[in-house]
């Protein structure tokens, strides 16, 4: 591990504690109280930096340039066909066998929070164009940790970036008694590889309607389409522990969110990470909201998580 991974602690006089690394922008704990007011950790993770070394399932990092899949590790821009690191069977899974979550970040410390810096070079992974991002992570009054992203490039890339923490609410056990809330009416159906097919298919009367709350209880690895009427943060998730009583809120910028309850970790179905991002495969489906950033442009993505009780 580099000497230069460090850990920061964000504290909120409300009761939140974030505790993260700069070593792939990785949250390694939250502890949020129940409504006994007693704290306990809400995410999985490791106590020591040196942990994170082998994190094949992503425990709690930043994920890029692309997050989720790209079929067959390839895609097409502006006339070029651009090959990439294929780490999942054929295909390129959360940025390529070395992305954002391997790397070590750039840190500087800001009153209530961190700012993440990293310049992912032309070519990096297959990718083009050099790309410079900015994660910032900062906790408020009201029990929330925020996560905004930009980043600019010198040559047209994708980017998608997004935050790969397994909530667990209670703080053991699994998950599938969680309480799930989605803002979705659709979602993206994929095939037997976890690539999309295209379509964005109605939840209504399938295992995908999350509209009215209700135990999480099936495997999900799937994408959701946020309703929204307006560009901004919209609430796209409500998470809720019975047990505990706690609550998770989850708002964002993005237009989709992957709901997955963690099928490969070593205790399968102990988290269920909400990923706000673009949808799966994006560069290849031109029926998706785009990805691709130009020169001259700066993207920007915010996601806040809101704790409660």
């Known amino acids: 591990m580099s000497a230069n991974a460090r850990v920061f602690t964000l504290t909120s006089d409300a009761g939140l504690v974030v505790r993260l690394t700069n070593y792939g922008g990785i949250i390694m704990s939250i502890l949020a109280p129940d409504r006994e007011g007693r704290l306990g950790n ?42 990439l690191s294929a780490n999942d069977r054929q295909h390129s899974l959360h940025g390529g066998s070395k ?19 990293h310049r992912s070079p032309d070519g990096d992974q297959g990718y083009p164009g050099n790309l410079d991002v900015t994660v910032i992570y900062s906790v408020t009054l009201e029990n929330e940790l925020v996560v905004d992203y930009q980043a600019t490039t010198d040559r047209a890339t994708p980017v998608n970036l997004t935050q790969h923490s397994y909530f667990n609410l209670a703080g053991s056990g699994n998950i599938l ?4 809330e989605l803002a979705a009416d659709a979602m993206t159906p994929v095939d037997d590889t976890l690539i999309p097919t295209g379509e964005i298919r109605p939840v209504a009367a399938t295992a995908f309607d999350f509209r ?30 019975p047990g505990s009583g706690r609550t998770l809120e989850v708002y964002t910028t993005e237009p989709g969110i992957q709901v997955y309850t963690g099928k490969f970790l070593a205790n399968p179905h102990t988290g269920v990470t909400l ?26 993505s915010r996601t806040v998580y809101r704790f409660g009780s």
């Open 99 to 117: 992305g954002f979550d391997q790397v070590v970040w750039n840190a500087e410390g800001l009153p209530g929070g961190v700012r993440l810096t």
């Open 275 to 300: 990923e706000t991002q673009h949808f799966p495969d994006s560069p290849n489906q031109p029926g998706f909201p785009s990805t691709i950033v130009r020169r001259g442009e700066e993207w920007r």
């Open 42 to 83: 809400v995410v999985l993770g490791h106590d020591s930096v040196d942990d994170y070394r082998h994190n094949p399932t992503y425990l709690g990092a930043i994920i890029g340039r692309v997050a989720n899949r790209i079929a067959n590790a390839r895609f097409t821009l502006d006339g070029s066909v651009y090959q």
């Open 177 to 180: 008694g969680h309480v799930l």
């Open 212 to 241: 009215l709350p209700r135990p999480i209880a099936a495997e999900y690895d799937h994408n959701f389409v946020i309703r929204r009427e307006e560009p901004g943060l919209v609430r796209a998730a409500r998470l809720e522990d």
